[in-house]
């Protein structure tokens, strides 16, 4: 995330240059942006959007992830840790989301869906589907299909 630190004092000093009609017409959207801040998307909920990005290309290792997020295997586990999860529960949720996503949305076969989460072979996605929804990928493709 981006930002400007600016001091308290800084803050506190008149500006000669301001314009009352423009800074009334901005506050309502920086206020807006505030708010958005404020809301701001939690470590884990990041790191599962960059893991989701490269399931295709087979389960994303620790270190990879954490290198293009610019920091240390370590301190990405450490930050994992305070919200009390870990890269393991991170990506099995990326791959759940993506597998589920594309059972509803889709009608791609299980084969792609099973290349497309990163597993290697059909029946190692059904296994690990079916430990998730308790029920089969096709099950729940017809169970959704009918909603």
Same mark, same amino acid.
């Given at each position: ?17 301001? $314009? ?5 017409? =901005? %506050? ?5 942006? @505030? %708010? ?7 470590? $884990?909920?990041?790191? @599962? ?13 620790? &270190? %990879?992830?954490?290198? %293009? ?12 840790? $305070? ?5 393991? @529960?991170?990506?099995?949720? &990326?791959?759940?989301? =993506? ?41 729940? /493709?017809? /169970?959704?299909?009918?909603?």
């Amino acid at each position: 995330m981006d930002g400007v630190l600016l001091s308290h004092d800084v803050l506190e000093r008149t500006n000669r240059l301001g $314009d009352r009609a423009i800074s009334r017409f =901005l %506050e309502p959207h920086l206020a807006k942006e @505030l %708010e958005t801040a404020a809301q701001a998307t939690s470590f $884990d909920q990041v790191l @599962l959007r960059r893991v989701s990005g490269r399931l295709s290309e087979g389960p994303p290792r620790a &270190a %990879e992830v954490a290198r %293009e997020m610019g920091m240390g295997e370590r301190t990405m586990h450490r930050r994992l840790a $305070d919200e009390g999860v870990s890269f393991q @529960l991170v990506f099995e949720k &990326a791959r759940r989301r =993506l597998a589920e996503g594309l059972l509803v949305q889709s009608d791609h076969a299980f084969a792609e869906i099973a290349f497309l989460t990163g597993f290697s072979e059909q029946s190692s996605f059904t296994r690990a589907f079916k430990r998730w929804a308790d029920e089969s990928p096709a099950a729940f /493709r017809e /169970r959704h299909a009918k909603a």
